[in-house]
T-cell receptor, first 115, second 113 residues
Framework: DGGITQSPKYLFRKEGQNVTLSCEQN?????MYWYRQDPGQGLRLIYY???????QKGDIAEGYSVSREKKESFPLTVTSAQKNPTAFYLC??????????????FGEGSRLTVL | DQQVKQNSPSLSVQEGRISILNCDYT??????FLWYKKYPAEGPTFLIS?????DKNEDGRFTVFLNKSAKHLSLHIVPSQPGDSAVYFC????????????FGQGTRLTINP
């Protein structure tokens, strides 16, 4: 089955700890994205990557880092610098970045809770 | 600044009736619009889209209307079914510009039997 797999589904973290969320896709998509969902604020773009070894900051990149060493993988690290990390994180992919591929395919999400 | 706004956080509709979800945008450069549906603890799934060269796009029970002069779009679901109960996100894209999707806050639709 083709799709996007995020892990873990639920994650708890102590303040001051870094945590990495995994995102893997087997759709052969070039572009991958990380979004954050908070109540009443919709989905906000954290980082995106158009191609391997390249990524760009989104609207709320502070306190996050990413890597794109493989086409299939786009892990997100939530660092201790992120002031309010408790949220639902969504990974997505599209065939490529561009208007005619505006349709994104999403993973099931990872809920991070900072204790 | 919220470029895409869904001003109704929730909507309740009786089964069989029409559901109308609204979305407003401020960026006149947006020219491609999408609706996503999201169930709890799952990722959003694509529902329907419309290009700015059209004012209507229909797919089964779902129709999206675009009013460019008012910078407004709406999603009509008719007839509404219990399985339509979900959060609906409106999204917009500049096809000649940033090419990234900008999402609204979402509207929680509840279909009552």
């Amino acid at each position: 089955d083709g799709g996007i797999t995020q892990s873990p589904k639920y994650l708890f973290r102590k303040e001051g700890q870094n945590v990495t969320l995994s995102c893997e896709q087997n759709l052969n998509h070039d572009a991958m994205y990380w979004y954050r969902q908070d109540p009443g604020q919709g989905l906000r773009l954290i980082y995106y990557s158009q191609i391997v070894n390249d990524f760009q900051k989104g609207d709320i990149a502070e306190g996050y880092s990413v890597s794109r060493e493989k086409k299939e993988s786009f892990p997100l690290t939530v660092t201790s610098a992120q002031k309010n990390p408790t949220a639902f994180y969504l990974c997505a992919s599209s065939l490529r970045l561009g208007w005619n591929t505006g349709e994104l395919f999403f993973g099931e999400g990872s809920r991070l809770t900072v204790l | 600044d919220q470029q895409v706004k869904q001003n109704s956080p929730s909507l309740s509709v009786q089964e069989g009736r029409i559901s109308i979800l609204n979305c407003d945008y401020t960026n006149s450069m947006f020219d491609y619009f999408l609706w996503y549906k999201k169930y709890p603890a799952e990722g959003p799934t694509f529902l329907i889209s419309i290009s700015s060269i059209k004012d209507k796009n229909e797919d089964g029970r779902f129709t999206v209307f675009l009013n460019k002069s008012a910078k407004h779009l709406s999603l009509h679901i008719v007839p509404s079914q219990p399985g339509d109960s979900a959060v609906y996100f409106c999204a917009a894209c500049e096809t000649q510009g940033a090419q990234k999707l900008v999402f609204g806050q979402g509207t929680r639709l509840t279909i009552n039997p």
